[in-house]
């Protein structure tokens, strides 16, 4: 190896054809692996929020309770592993608080609908399986809740891979007339 490929692979650069050509890969490659780290940091402190809410209004948690969340992060853990390899730009998406033409009331009620996923299905479910018996599920019910949630995190993760427009919000843009 020469000194110009050294000083070619210490700033990444790559010569094709005789033409110097940038590789972004090595930055882009930390960049994605650091937006997965922080997804998965994020959700594993709202399971984590959930587990406790949950603890707090049930009183004590039971093996149904344990098998849920436990369902709950490996779906989050491989949907995050997969989006991350097939559609990161989605995951980067994801991680904005206000995304650029989104409308008010779009933000509001994806907010609301991340406040009552995060708070009030595991206070009301909590409430349920400790306290007040509201319901009373026999086990084929729970096989049942684990195939449809399988199912549906691998149609979610194949809509996000094939879809790369795919977002949690509308986008609204200005169409130009071109006639």
Known sequence: MNNNETSLKASNLTKINGYEIKDERKNNDKQLRTVGIKQLLLTYFMLFIQIIIFLV???HITMRAWIFFGASFLHCSVSI???CKFNPELLVDRLKRKREGSKLWDEVLMRVSNLTMLIAIPIIAGLDVGRFHWSNLDVHFVTLGLVLLTVSSVLLN????????LNQLLEYRKIEDTR
Do not use: E
């Open 158 to 165: 194949w809509a996000m891979i094939v879809n790369p427009f």
């Open 81 to 83: 592993a997969v989006q």
């Open 57 to 59: 209004s049930a009183g």
